[in-house]
């Protein structure tokens, strides 16, 4: 028996952007289903939006998305998530997205494409435990830490 789990974006009209975003960021397929294409009236409101939204990549990356009913992307969202002290960004949110790289340059190209937009919590350095580490909030809102795989030692 295997499981897996996909990351499920709940995102206010921005589906179809965040997907295209995503796929230029980690390659792959998409996958967009629209309320339209599955039986709401071409004419209603919202009918176009994305009811279900996959991004598969080659690199094992995996995401869904699709548009929350009655969300606008002006919208402000109930928390947002983030507090200031002393200068310094935290990020309360429930979850944030793992991305894991084997290689500096790999990971730090994925970086650098999520980066555009975002808002930069921790910038992409060397840490204690990686040699490149950061984390950011993506143009979505989606909160990313990014990291290189330190080597195994016995």
């Known amino acids: 028996m295997s499981v897996t789990t996909t990351t499920h974006l709940n995102l206010p009209g921005t589906a179809?952007?965040?997907?295209?975003?995503?796929?230029?960021?980690?390659?792959?397929?998409?996958?967009?289903?629209?309320?339209?294409?599955?039986?709401?009236?071409?004419?209603?409101?919202?009918s176009?939006?994305?009811v279900f939204g996959r991004l598969g990549s080659p690199s094992g990356v995996a995401?869904?998305?699709?548009?929350?009913?009655?969300?606008?992307?002006?919208?402000?969202p109930e928390v947002d998530g983030t507090r200031r002290e002393n200068g310094m960004t935290?990020?309360?949110?429930?979850?944030?997205?793992?991305?894991?790289?084997?290689?500096?340059?790999?990971?730090?190209?994925?970086?650098?494409?999520?980066?555009?937009?975002?808002?930069?919590i921790e910038p992409f350095a060397a840490s204690a435990w990686s040699p490149g580490f950061g984390m950011?909030?993506?143009?979505?809102?989606?909160?990313?830490?990014i990291d290189v795989r330190a080597a195994q030692t016995s």
């Open 16 to 46: 179809r952007e965040a997907l295209g975003f995503y796929q230029s960021v980690f390659g792959g397929e998409l996958q967009i289903a629209t309320y339209g294409d599955v039986g709401m009236p071409a004419d209603a409101p919202g």
């Open 136 to 145: 950011l909030t993506d143009r979505f809102g989606v909160t990313w830490v």
């Open 90 to 120: 935290f990020t309360d949110r429930s979850f944030f997205l793992s991305l894991q790289g084997d290689t500096y340059d790999e990971v730090a190209a994925q970086w650098e494409a999520l980066a555009d937009g975002a808002e930069i």
């Open 63 to 76: 995401l869904m998305a699709y548009d929350v009913p009655g969300r606008t992307a002006d919208a402000q």
């Open 48 to 50: 176009e939006k994305v």
